[in-house]
């Protein structure tokens, strides 16, 4: 028992290490890079493959901590009070575009695959599409269409980069012993 937490452990370091640096990466060499926040995301490659591998309760709590590493990997985008804004509105975007947006990638575990299809994949990513849509509109007063099609522009990439390579890492990666 103690070895198996042990070993999960080890695992969940290695996945938020992987993160941490992919984020970085991506951020330092601005692929799809946004203005205002949002890029191609590489690092969420770690976070959907730990969901997979450890579940999706282990996968959220990775999840959640590479929220909080995103303040040392790039720039975090939030409201400020000047745009009119409460506290506790600042707090909800905040919570929909960080916590929420990809903490949503840990439950990709949950939803079934078909093949080399992995629906998890699919579907963590257009949800977090549909929160960035709705922060945009709601909070940064984009017109639904602008938000649309700003945030589409990274996250349709990140997920078609998704749909390829989870498949691929995990079947091969499933096939080491290290990794059972």
């Known amino acids: 028992m103690k070895n198996n937490q042990t070993r999960d452990i080890a695992f969940m370091g ?12 991506s951020n330092t060499l601005g692929i799809l890079q946004m203005p205002n926040g949002g890029s191609l995301g590489v690092g969420v490659l770690p976070l959907l493959l730990c969901s997979y591998h450890l579940g999706w309760k ?20 939030v409201v400020q009070n000047s745009d009119g804004f409460a506290p506790w ?11 929420v947006a990809f ?21 963590t990513n257009l949800i977090r599409l549909v929160l960035h849509v709705i922060a945009g509109t709601v909070f940064w007063g984009t017109p639904w269409w602008g938000s649309f099609t700003y945030n589409a522009w990274y996250m349709i990439p990140t997920m078609i980069m998704c ?6 890492i995990y079947e091969r990666l499933s096939k080491t012993s290290a990794f059972k």
Request: aromatic content about 22%; overall charge positive.
């Open 14 to 25: 290695m996945y938020l290490a992987l993160f941490f640096v992919f984020d970085w990466l």
């Open 89 to 99: 509105q600042i707090a909800i975007q905040f919570l929909m575009e960080y916590p």
């Open 103 to 123: 903490g949503i990638y840990g439950i990709a575990s949950i939803f079934k695959n078909y093949g080399y299809f992995y629906s998890g994949v699919a579907i």
């Open 58 to 77: 282990k996968g959220v709590l990775v999840c959640l901590i590479a929220v909080l590493m995103m303040f040392m990997t790039g720039r975090v985008y």
């Open 163 to 168: 749909l390829i390579l989870i498949p691929l």
